[in-house]
Antibody, heavy 120, light 107 residues
Framework: EVQVVQSGAEVKKPGESLRISCKGS????????IHWVRQMPGKGLEWMGR????????KYSPSFQGHVTISVDRSISTAYLHWSSLKASDTAMYYC?????????????WGQGALVTVSS | DIQMTQSPSSLSASVGDRVTITCQAS??????LHWYQQKPGQAPNLLIY???NLETGVPSRFSGSGSGTDFTFTITSLQPEDIATYYC?????????FGQGTKVEIK
């Protein structure tokens, strides 16, 4: 059974660093790109970027480029979203999702989401 | 970035009603559009891919149409379990972009 499982909720202070995780199981992790999507409180979905786990090639939305880093550890089938210095405006739910291998690039399996709260 | 404009932003309909949501792209995206459903407290879930293809296991009351810049998502007979927010999303170009969402409620 394919599963995408994210790490738990986090509460951080502005300026702190954070890494949240996204573990894939039940499939060959390196065969499927992983995407990250932000949802601010009460708002819509925003695409942040994606990574190819086979070679760690990343593509970011300009809105997030330079503020977050997406990475993977192939040995444990896990993707990460990292902030070096959080802001209050990073408070949001963050979802990771697997991209299908078909020519239709849809997100077929989603993690349960990780709530990040940044507050002094 | 390609802007995706959904309308309406919210709607209220009765069980059994036909519900239609539109999504307009700021440029031609061919058929590179998906529709997702997000129920309260849950992650999004794919319903329709490439404008009109029903994802496996999705009830046939859901459908999609359109190409180019104008797309339509329809629920032919609204059910109580369809209470959710629906999003269109284009993948014709990076960055991928979503519509702002349409919240569907039961009247």
């Amino acid at each position: 059974e394919v599963q995408v499982v994210q790490s738990g909720a986090e509460v951080k202070k502005p300026g702190e660093s954070l890494r949240i995780s996204c573990k894939g199981s039940g499939y060959t992790f390196t065969n499927y790109w992983i995407h990250w999507v932000r949802q601010m409180p009460g708002k819509g979905l925003e695409w942040m970027g994606r990574i190819d786990p086979s070679d760690s090639y990343t593509k970011y939305s300009p809105s997030f480029q330079g503020h977050v880093t997406i990475s993977v550890d192939r040995s444990i089938s896990t993707a990460y979203l990292h902030w070096s210095s959080l802001k209050a405006s990073d408070t949001a739910m963050y979802y990771c999702a697997r991209q299908s291998r078909s020519s239709s690039w849809y997100l077929d399996y989603w993690g349960q989401g990780a709530l990040v709260t940044v507050s002094s | 970035d390609i802007q995706m404009t959904q309308s309406p932003s919210s709607l209220s309909a009765s069980v059994g009603d036909r519900v239609t949501i539109t999504c307009q792209a700021s440029q031609d995206i061919r058929s590179y559009l998906h529709w997702y459903q997000q129920k309260p407290g849950q992650a999004p879930n794919l319903l329709i891919y490439d404008a009109f293809n029903l994802e496996t296991g999705v009830p046939s009351r859901f459908s999609g149409s359109g190409s180019g810049t104008d797309f339509t998502f329809t629920i032919t007979s609204l059910q109580p379990e369809d209470i959710a927010t629906y999003y269109c999303q284009q993948y014709d170009d990076f960055p991928w972009t979503f519509g702002q969402g349409t919240k569907v409620e039961i009247k």
